[in-house]
C-alpha cells in the first residue's frame, strides 16, 4: 500500500532501528512516499538485530518517476519495497549471511553496497569491481 511517510503508522516498538522516512522515496517529485510492506520492515530489522550494527539504508522505495530517472528497471522491487544497504562498517561475509537469514530473497552484489529484498529469489553483482569483492565471499554462503 502506497502511503505519505509521515501518514504512516508506524510501529517504533517493532521496527524501533528504522523510520518511515529513511524507507521512503527520496526524490522532489513525491514528497516521501513509502510502500508500506510489514514483511520487508520485519525482515531488514531482522537483519539489523542479526548484524548488530547500524543498517545504512542508501535507497528503499521509489516512486515511477525517482526510478526511471537513477535508471531502474521497470519492475524493479524499489517501486514496492526492496533496500539498497551500505557496506561501509560491515563485514561482508556478516552482511550477506545475515541477508539470507533474514529473509531476503532478491540479492544484488555492488561494489559499495548490498541490494535487498523479497521477490523472487535471484542473485546478481553490480558492475565494475562487485565481482572481485563479493566472489571470495560467496564461499559457504547459500543463495
Known sequence: MLVQYDKAKWDYDRWPNFT???LSCMCKFCR??????????DAIQ???????????????HRCIAHNKLVGGVKQSEHLKMAFDV?????????LLKS????GFTGIG????????????????????????IWIPVLNGVNL
Open 20 to 22: 518511515p522516512k529513511e
Open 99 to 102: 541477508a539470507v537469514q533474514a
Open 109 to 132: 552484489l555492488y561494489s559499495t553496497f548490498i541490494h535487498l529484498d523479497l521477490g523472487r529469489k535471484r542473485h546478481w553483482f553490480g558492475g565494475g569491481s562487485a565481482p572481485q
Open 46 to 60: 531482522m537483519l539489523r538485530h542479526l548484524v548488530e550494527r547500524v543498517v545504512f539504508i542508501n535507497s528503499g
Open 86 to 94: 551500505a557496506l561501509a562498517g560491515h563485514v561482508h561475509k556478516n
Open 32 to 41: 516521501g512516499e513509502l510502500y508500506f510492506d510489514e514483511q520487508s520492515f
